[in-house]
């Protein structure tokens, strides 16, 4: 059974850091592509980052580039999201998501696999 277990939100003030962190079981991380999506109220679910544990592809939205970066941990099969600069814009509940794939799905249909979410909040 595969489990995928988000930890690391909370609220921090605009231009502050946080560091999420999911943590795979049940999967063969090399097989997977494994990222991070985001949905804010009203709005719908985006992805943010993703990552091919196979070939380290690595996919960043516009909105994040050069302030996130998506890293793995193949030995802890544990994937992070280091978030800088915060911005308020960036609220949201933060899921990780994984799919059987070598290459990198865009589209959150794509995904198999959900974690539970974690809640960011970035104070102005």
């Known amino acids: 059974e595969v489990h995928l277990v988000e930890s690391g939100g909370g609220l921090v003030q605009a231009g502050g850091s946080l560091r999420l962190s999911c943590v795979a079981s049940g999967i063969t991380f090399d097989d997977y592509t494994i990222g991070w999506f985001r949905q804010a109220p009203g709005k719908e679910r985006e992805a943010v980052s993703l990552i091919s544990t196979e070939d380290g592809s690595i996919y960043y939205a516009d909105s994040v580039k050069g302030r996130f970066t998506i890293s793995n941990d193949k030995y802890k099969d544990t994937v992070y999201l280091q978030m800088n600069r915060l911005k308020p814009e960036d609220t949201a509940v933060y899921y990780c998501?994984?799919?059987?794939?070598?290459?990198?799905?865009?589209?959150?249909?794509?995904?198999?696999?959900w974690g539970q979410g974690t809640q960011v909040t970035v104070s102005s």
């Open positions: 998501a994984a799919t059987l794939a070598t290459f990198i799905i865009y589209e959150s249909s794509g995904y198999n696999y």
